[in-house]
């Protein structure tokens, strides 16, 4: 006898399988990160230590050291950054605050989608020809920098627009309505109250940089000593026209060459400086809610 | 006099700075057109002398990629199959599981899983490509190794890999793919306006058939733009397949060693020279314009994603 009740709700045999379906692809995803996570960590972290840390390879020795690849890294970051974040956020400033929509914010907007889809493979035979051979900058930290410019500067203009969206109107309304001129709002009144979306996005770069390795190989190079300082530093600036290659192509070499102790190494550590960027990009991000939210 | 309190000078600087500014702010918004426009000059330029140098057919059509021989030849529609092939085995893979994940944390899970499952994919998604490659070789390369050992204990003819074939890649692909795929997916699925789950809970569906029956296709557009992006990143992804695909410019059957477009350009542009160079350049070319149409593609859909959304939220 069929049973009409509200308090007898038939399951259906489907709707279980469908749960345990969904249920399971989010366990894979997890069980994927954890996986990665838990065997870069068991097999790197007992190769850590100071001398691997800050110390460069040297045959004589015996020793392997990735020290030189950190400075590498530590240059290109801050080379493309002093590149990328005033043509970005510029960028972003013009798109939000002085452009007409029309054909032409159209344009910018779709290259700037573009850019973003390009592969790295692409930008390295790029920043290779344009910046290495038409440039003769050949293999160096500048060209790597210059290539990785192009590569981040979507990041950096979408998230700083997404910043500037976020300021109230009344911000603007109220400062040009007492007489600013409009650089001076947005001097003074925009930039510092997008700032928290503005430093997410160069975080998020940041990743990207620490993460890139197809655009930098035949740009960048892939020099592993430590930049030589000369009587006056010099050597410091010398080293950006030298090549030098960052940790991620350190760690495609070394598995090259099947040392895969070290690439393990050099792999936890990319992985704690990718944590360390997530983290900090999430603090930034929920701060900015927050303020949104009081406002 | 120089410190005059005219307000007509004071404005004329002013001036002159606030029309800086909009220059410069227009200059630096201009570069990313002029990148993708020199981007654009510069792969056709050093892409095309090749095709007339070999001959387009023997370029696009020759199954021979042997660049050192005594003999060259150059053909790479072996590369160009893989390249598709792997890539829509790898979204094939992917998306089921990225969409089933997506809607985990759209709608079915429970906040504090949520919280758990949604941090992790991010972290997915920020690990550099050379991990994953370094993990297939290690984990993956020997798996599919002991799995050719048996699957072709009969076919003495087999060309033994070690591991580094076309399925190997495929996996590490899907998964580089995976949380692009999420992401996007879910943003689609929480677009869609609360009221369209509500009517069809109040008529009597159980979530999982409003889920699918209602939720799913009313994010369809949504769901196709994760595809296509996912496709871009996988037709463009290099470092995490060169070590682990083998890299023989094989036909793409799953136990072959292949060699897919991007890895071509990785593995050989350190030491390749005159013609050979210019041949992976065309393939660079080639690289480009396959990413290219995925873009115009992508346009197409986000905008017709655009305008079925104004029309659900009416």
């Known amino acids: 006898m069929e049973q009409r009740t509200l308090y007898k709700k038939k399951t259906r045999q489907l709707d279980i399988i469908a749960y345990g379906i969904i249920y399971f692809c989010a366990f894979l995803s997890i069980i994927i990160l954890v996986g990665i996570v838990g065997y870069i960590s068991y097999r790197g972290i007992p190769y850590i230590n100071l001398q691997f840390l800050t110390t460069e390879s040297s045959a004589l020795k015996g020793t392997t050291g990735i020290a030189g690849n950190i400075v590498n890294t530590l240059y290109i970051i801050i080379l493309t950054l002093l590149i990328a974040i005033p043509l970005g956020v510029g960028s972003a400033i013009y798109l939000n605050e002085y452009a007409r929509p029309g054909r032409l914010v159209r344009l910018i907007k779709f290259t700037t989608e573009t850019l973003s889809g390009i592969p790295s493979v692409v930008f390295g035979l790029f920043g290779y020809v344009f910046f290495g051979t038409t440039l003769k900058l050949g293999y160096s930290l500048l060209t790597g920098s210059l290539t990785l410019t192009l590569i981040i500067l979507p990041l950096i203009t979408r998230n700083t627009q997404e910043a500037l969206k976020a300021v109230p109107d009344s911000y603007r309304i109220g400062a040009l309505g007492i007489g600013a001129t409009k650089w001076y709002m947005i001097r003074t009144i925009l930039l510092p109250s997008a700032m928290p979306g503005i430093i997410a996005g160069i975080i998020l770069s940041v990743g990207r940089i620490v993460g890139e390795s197809a655009a930098l190989m035949f740009t960048a190079g892939s020099g592993h000593l430590l930049p030589k300082l000369g009587q006056y530093f010099e050597g410091l600036l010398k080293k950006i026209l030298q090549p030098g290659g960052t940790l991620t192509i350190e760690l495609f070499l070394s598995m090259e060459k099947a040392k895969y102790d070290t690439a393990f190494g050099i792999a936890f550590v990319l992985l704690v400086m990718v944590l360390g960027i997530n983290v900090s990009t999430k603090y930034l991000l929920n701060k900015m809610n927050v303020d949104k939210k009081r406002k | ?314």
Request: glycine letters at 6%; a positive charge.
């Open chain 2, 1 to 314: 006099m120089n410190n005059s309190f005219s307000v007509i000078d004071n404005n004329q600087s002013k001036e002159k700075i606030e029309r800086t500014a909009n220059i410069i702010f227009a200059i630096c918004a201009f570069f990313a057109v002029f990148a993708v426009f020199s981007i654009s000059v510069y792969m056709i330029i050093s892409g095309i002398p090749a095709l007339y140098e070999v001959g387009i057919k023997e370029i696009l059509f020759g199954t021979l990629w042997q660049p050192n021989a005594e003999v060259p030849s150059y053909g790479i529609l072996y590369v160009i199959l893989t390249s598709v092939v792997g890539t829509l085995m790898a979204v094939l893979i992917s998306v089921p599981i990225g969409v089933g994940t997506a809607i985990f944390l759209a709608y079915a899970a429970p906040k504090p899983l949520v919280s758990i499952v949604k941090p992790a994919i991010e972290l997915l998604a920020a690990i550099p490509s050379v991990i994953y490659g370094l993990i297939g070789i290690i984990i993956l390369n020997p798996l599919m190794y002991k799995i050719e050992l048996i699957l072709f204990a009969d076919t003495p003819d087999h060309q033994y890999t070690g591991g580094s074939n076309l399925l190997s890649a495929v996996i590490v692909l899907a998964v580089m793919i995976l949380p692009t795929v999420i992401n996007i997916s879910e943003s689609a699925l929480k677009s869609v306006p609360e009221k369209f789950a509500d009517a069809s809970l109040a008529l009597g569906a159980t979530r999982i058939q409003t889920i699918f029956k209602v939720i799913l296709p009313s994010a369809k557009s949504g769901i196709v733009t994760a595809i296509v992006l996912g496709v871009g990143r996988a037709v463009g992804e290099a470092m995490a397949i060169t070590m682990v695909a083998g890299n023989n410019a094989n036909l793409p059957l799953p136990f072959n060693s292949v060699r897919f477009l991007t890895t071509a350009v990785v593995a050989e542009m350190s030491y390749a020279t005159d013609t050979h160079k210019r041949v992976l350049y065309t393939i660079g070319l080639i690289l480009f314009a396959f990413i290219m149409i995925i873009n115009l593609i992508l346009n197409k859909v986000m905008k017709k994603g655009l305008k079925s959304g104004t029309k659900n939220s009416l």
